[in-house]
Nanobody
C-alpha cells in the first residue's frame, strides 16, 4: 500500500496563495491516480482535482478553474496543489488520495489511500 503525508497548509488572507504538497511512500508513485479533496467543518468531503500517472490528464472541480493547479513529480513521489486567489470559502482540511487505476474519479469511495490532511484557513 501507499502512505500519504500532506503539508503546506496554514492561515492566509483572502487573495493570498498557498502550495500544498502530498508526499507518497511505500509503492511506485507513478502507478497511482492522485487527487485532492477538501472538507469544511460540518460539510461532506468534496472533490478538488485529480491527475493521472504522468500528469497528462487533469480534471478539476468548477470552483478551482483559473485558481488552483494540480501537478505531480514522479521522481520525488510528490503531488502538489498550487492555490491562488484564495477565498474564505476555501477554508477546509485538504486531503490527498490515491487510487491504483487509470480513471480520474471524483468521489471519495473510489480512492483507497488517504493522507491525514492539512488545514487551510483563509481570513477575509
Amino acid at each position: 500500500q501507499v502512505q500519504l503525508v500532506e503539508s503546506g497548509g496554514g492561515l492566509v488572507q483572502a487573495g493570498d496563495s498557498l502550495r500544498l504538497s502530498c508526499a507518497a511512500s511505500g509503492r511506485t508513485f507513478s502507478n497511482y491516480v492522485m487527487a485532492w479533496f477538501r472538507q469544511a467543518p460540518g460539510k461532506e468531503r468534496e472533490f478538488v482535482a485529480a491527475i493521472n500517472w504522468n500528469g497528462g490528464k487533469i480534471y478539476g472541480a468548477d470552483f478551482v478553474q483559473g485558481r488552483f493547479t494540480i501537478s505531480r513529480d514522479n521522481a520525488k513521489s510528490t503531488m502538489y496543489l498550487q492555490m491562488n486567489s484564495l477565498k474564505p470559502e476555501d477554508t477546509a482540511a485538504y486531503y490527498c488520495a490515491a487510487d491504483r487505476g487509470m480513471t480520474l474519479f471524483t468521489t471519495v469511495k473510489n480512492y483507497d489511500y488517504w493522507g491525514q490532511g492539512t488545514q487551510v484557513t483563509v481570513s477575509s
